[in-house]
């Protein structure tokens, strides 16, 4: 499996893990993310359920969000994952975290959290986005969040993965990459 990885993580031992699932739509962000947290026996946040109305009609309008509008919904999904870490339990949040502020917005709140970028290219993201049912996010924007990508760079915690490979795989990746540290 290609995978690039960066900074391992960082915590104490037996500290409860913390990760963001992160990358374009299209990418596997909620499929990896719920089969992760369930073999981490730790609890999922779908940060798509987190955005305000305002964000979600906008986006099924086919306008893309700005910096400023992602600012309140990155919040909603850092307080989350911190109120979920003070009650000792362990995370697994899907979210975007396009650009590299967001990820340092959502650390914020969780300093200990570590990423896990979907890699995938345009055409299979805008694919997987065209042949889903009932979202909100419609395949026309695909293009603007390659357009505001910043993938991670080595000095973040976060491990990169091929996301056209199985879930299964991408799992035990992540897995293998969580534990050695």
């Not at 960066?6 to 089969?35: D, E, F, H, L, R």
């Not at 909100?136 to 390659?146: E, H, I, K, R, T």
């Amino acid at each position: 499996m290609d995978e690039k990885a960066a900074q391992a993580p960082t915590g104490a031992p037996g500290s409860v893990p913390v990760i963001v699932v992160m990358g374009v739509a299209g990418c596997g962000k909620s499929a990896v993310g719920t089969a992760l947290a369930a073999e981490l026996g730790v609890i999922f946040i779908e940060g798509d359920r987190l955005h305000p109305p305002e964000n979600v009609a906008r986006m099924a309008s086919g306008e893309p969000l700005t910096d400023q509008l992602r600012e309140g919904w990155l919040d909603a999904i850092g307080e989350r994952i911190a109120e979920s870490v003070d009650n000792g339990q362990g995370v697994v949040a899907a979210c975007s975290a396009l650009k590299r502020r967001y990820r340092a917005r959502l650390s914020g709140f969780c300093p200990r959290i570590v990423f896990l970028y979907l890699e995938i290219d345009p055409a299979t993201a805008m694919q997987r986005v065209g042949n889903r049912k009932g979202h909100f996010m419609p395949a026309s924007l695909v293009d603007s969040q390659f357009a505001i990508l910043e993938p991670p760079a080595a000095n973040e915690r976060a491990l990169t993965l091929d996301a056209t490979r199985p879930v299964s795989e991408l799992v035990a990746a992540a897995v293998h990459w969580i534990r050695r540290s």
